[in-house]
């Protein structure tokens, strides 16, 4: 039998620790033997369609594939189903919404990440782009350090509002918006971007000396966030150098940037240094892996299991 795994399924099994550690201990095993691919399609229109696979973490006896449809006009702009398979018989064991899957596992991974290289102290965080993603970063990061003050800039208002409010109630604390980026993330020890911009948002003026930017937004090729000036200056971190030169944030910055970066990974295993200096400005930007789906879709098959959640379903009868 399949289990059916819809969002409603999965956001009322999924808890935000369970998840930090099962996506921890992917990040700190070794690095696996069969390459990740990720294949992204531009359909006609404004679409693209996207495959990741295989998605595999070393102890997890299953794999994932994960096809979703990214259609940056629609709400939801992502779409699609991740398929969650026994490793031994290639069985079917589950099917799992793919915009839930995503925003968790790249919300909380981003967490994981901004936690590991912001500085200790950072405790003022600046968001940029108020959607699913960027919800869970700050539910994540809220899990591994105190948050103590919170902007939000979006180009809709009422949505950034919205954001402002529902985690500054959360948190009890103070929580603004406004509408110029730059002057959002003026002051801020910790800056989250997660938009859909083509052209930089920020540049190396307007962060602080110090801070730590998560840049979620260059995960395909011809998206970008931050200026050549912000990276440039910093000391940047991603999930996968070859992937992250090939269609993310180092694509096009020449061979001397991919040299110079670390990986996530490497650093949480402590074979690779993280911020060097309290002055330093980091940038973890990620393109997203498909391990990091297992890791997210095995936990949640899991708590359905265990909570009786979800719709079984035969496609063999």
Known sequence: MTLLLNRSDLESVLDPARCLE????????????VPARRVIVPLPGPGTATTL?????????????KVNAKFPGSRPALRGVVALHDLGTGETLALLDSATVTAWRTGLAAALGTHALARGDAATVAVVGAGAQAELVLRG??????????????LDEDRAAAFAGRHGARLGIAAATEA???????????VITATWARDPLLHAAD?????????????????????????????????????ATE????????????????TLGAVLRGE??????????????????????????????????EAGRGTDYDFLD
Do not use: C, N
């Open 22 to 33: 099962a996506l921890r201990r992917g990040f700190t095993a070794e690095p696996g033997e």
């Open 53 to 65: 696979i295989p998605g595999l973490v070393e102890g997890v006896p299953a794999y994932t594939v």
């Open 141 to 154: 990061l809220a899990a591994l350090r105190p948050v103590r003050a919170l902007t939000v800039s979006d």
């Open 180 to 190: 110029d980026p730059r002057a959002a993330v003026r002051d801020a020890g910790i």
């Open 207 to 243: 962060v602080a000396p110090g801070a730590h930017v998560t840049s979620l937004g260059a995960d395909e090729p011809g998206k970008a966030e931050l200026g050549a000036d912000l990276l440039a200056g910093a000391r940047v971190v991603v999930d996968d150098v070859a992937l």
């Open 247 to 262: 269609m993310g944030v180092l694509a096009g910055a020449g061979p001397d940037a991919a040299r110079a970066a670390g």
């Open 272 to 305: 690779a240094p993280g911020r060097a200096a309290d002055g330093e400005v980091t940038v973890y930007a990620p393109v997203g892996l498909p391990w990091q789906d297992l890791a997210l879709g095995w936990t949640a098959y899991q708590a359905a299991r």
